[in-house]
């Protein structure tokens, strides 16, 4: 396995090799699909529109139509349709297992690929054969930048960046070039981890670490690939030569509350994974802390709400931050 990298560099081929005469030969497409079956037309006819050759889609057992539509009008993408919503994790995994070619792009359904983004992600992975991955930039719907890179979690980290202090980072020189938050998100380097929304794998980086744990149902699971893969000495890159369109929360405002919650869950989880000691015990404190002042916030709103929808959605919103707190949402 090639050694890691220097910080923030993205190392280049060696002199004199060059990607294949055919990338999207290479880079097959997966995408995990839940309720989004709207979005996962767009998303199937971005892909097919760049030629890609080998495209899987993993279906969490929807029940809007979404593995009627593929099968009727994308046959030449292979299908998986789950009986059972097995989580993201479960689901990515099965995704990349079914391809065949050395790189796998996976993709969330509310996305879209930018022309020429398959063939560049396919040439970087040939140009860099010490990354385990690549994120390109994210696009939101009206073509602003997405935040992709982040930091790895830490106690710190996990209260700033649920607090409003987090905002003002963008507009602070100093803190703008030190920070992954007001980074202009312009040129290739490496970085701590993308977002899962678009991850372009090498398939043998994945499979040497065994993949998403599917223990994480949904949210942090690529968190912790990325910690697993620089764990064992290949870099997380991020190359803006690549663009996706990402929607953002197509399946999760379905349930809006209990994702909300998940997404806390989650982050404790991560730290049971990779903290112990007194790391653990502060990192878990912070997003308690975090996950209590939400409690409180939404069960003040629900007592003096008037409004019988308005009321129904904090109750929701205080018993998913409730489970967190007492231990009874996944990975809480």
């Given at each position: 396995m090639a050694g890691a990298t220097p910080e923030n560099e993205a190392p280049a081929a060696p002199s004199g090799s060059r990607a294949s005469d055919r990338p999207l030969a290479k880079l097959a497409v997966a995408v995990v699909s839940w309720n989004t079956r709207e979005h996962l037309r767009r998303c199937l006819a971005s892909v097919e529109a760049e030629g890609a050759e080998e495209v899987?889609?993993?279906?969490?057992?929807?029940?809007?139509?979404?593995?009627?539509?593929?099968?009727?009008?994308?046959?030449?993408?292979?299908?998986?349709?789950?009986?059972?919503?097995?989580?993201?994790?479960?689901?990515?995994?099965?995704?990349?297992?079914?391809?065949?070619?050395?790189?796998?792009?996976?993709?969330?359904?509310?996305?879209?690929?930018?022309?020429?983004?398959?063939?560049?992600?396919?040439?970087?992975?040939?140009?860099?054969?010490?990354?385990?991955?690549?994120?390109?930039?994210?696009?939101?719907?009206?073509?602003?930048?997405?935040?992709?890179?982040?930091?790895?979690?830490?106690?710190?980290?996990?209260?700033?960046?649920?607090?409003?202090?987090?905002?003002?980072?963008?507009?602070?020189?100093?803190?703008?070039?030190?920070?992954?938050?007001?980074?202009?998100?312009?040129?290739?380097?490496?970085?701590?981890?993308?977002?899962?929304?678009?991850?372009a794998i090498r398939r043998a980086a994945f499979e040497e670490v065994g993949g998403f744990d599917p223990a994480f149902f949904l949210y942090y699971e690529e968190v912790d690939l990325c910690h697993r893969l620089a764990g064992a000495g290949w870099t997380i890159h991020f190359a803006p030569a690549a663009e996706v369109v990402h929607v953002g929360g197509a399946s999760t405002v379905q349930d809006r509350a209990a994702m909300a919650a998940q997404r806390f869950a989650g982050t404790m989880q991560y730290y049971r994974r990779h903290y112990s000691g007194a790391a653990l015990a502060r990192g878990l404190l912070a997003v308690r802390a975090i996950v209590l002042g939400r409690w409180i916030r939404d069960t003040v709103r629900f007592l003096v709400a008037r409004d019988a929808a308005r009321r129904a959605a904090l109750r929701a919103d205080a018993t998913g931050w409730g489970r967190v707190l007492t231990g009874r949402g996944r990975g809480a």
């Open positions: 899987v889609v993993v279906d969490n057992a929807s029940s809007d139509g979404s593995p009627a539509m593929v099968r009727a009008e994308h046959p030449r993408v292979r299908l998986l349709a789950n009986p059972g919503n097995t989580g993201y994790g479960a689901a990515a995994n099965q995704a990349v297992t079914a391809c065949t070619a050395p790189y796998v792009l996976l993709l969330n359904a509310d996305t879209r690929v930018c022309t020429g983004s398959l063939a560049a992600l396919a040439e970087h992975l040939d140009r860099h054969p010490g990354a385990g991955l690549v994120g390109p930039r994210l696009l939101n719907p009206d073509g602003t930048l997405q935040v992709s890179c982040q930091p790895l979690p830490t106690p710190l980290h996990t209260l700033l960046a649920d607090s409003p202090l987090w905002r003002i980072v963008p507009h602070v020189p100093v803190l703008r070039r030190r920070s992954l938050y007001g980074w202009s998100h312009d040129r290739a380097r490496v970085v701590p981890w993308v977002k899962g929304a678009a991850l």
